[in-house]
């Protein structure tokens, strides 16, 4: 694995360790584990997910530091982790990576059935910003 290759996520709530994985180049099964050693439980366990700061600290203990941002206008660079909203296709919080392809997004197509990740241009329709996880 290189960074910023693509990462499919491998569980339904998942997307935040396949970020993890495609920014430190590692394969999902090493950051899943790295996230949920800090979560305490599986990424799919109550409450499902990942919070910001299980993906904080999980990066911070590879040696990468990262910000928090909730400003929309400031421009994403290379590595930063972003989670969306909104009124997209998304039924909940999903995190994509910017890398030099455009967002990594781990779950792009959302069909159940094959978690593909592929590169995007764009947000995909109808997501917001909500916050950023920017490398320092």
């Known amino acids: 694995m290189k960074q910023y290759d693509l990462v499919s996520q491998e569980d339904e709530w998942g997307c ?3 970020c993890v994985a495609s ?3 590692v394969t999902y099964r090493e950051a899943k ?5 800090i979560k305490g439980r599986s990424v799919n ?6 919070e ?3 993906i904080a600290l999980a990066l911070q203990a590879e040696g990468v530091k990262v910000i928090a941002d909730w400003d929309p206008a400031v421009p994403a660079s ?3 982790i972003v989670c969306i909203g909104g009124e997209s296709r998304y039924k909940y919080e999903h995190y994509i990576l910017k890398t030099p392809n455009g967002w990594m997004d781990p779950w792009y197509d959302l069909d159940e059935s094959n978690m593909v990740a592929k590169y995007r241009k764009d947000y995909p329709n109808g997501a917001d910003f909500l916050v950023a996880l920017i490398p320092v």
């Open 78 to 80: 290379e590595g930063t």
């Open 16 to 18: 935040g360790a396949a």
């Open 33 to 37: 584990k790295l996230v949920e050693d």
């Open 23 to 25: 920014l430190l180049g």
């Open 45 to 50: 366990a109550k409450p499902h997910g990942l």
């Open 52 to 54: 910001l700061h299980h």
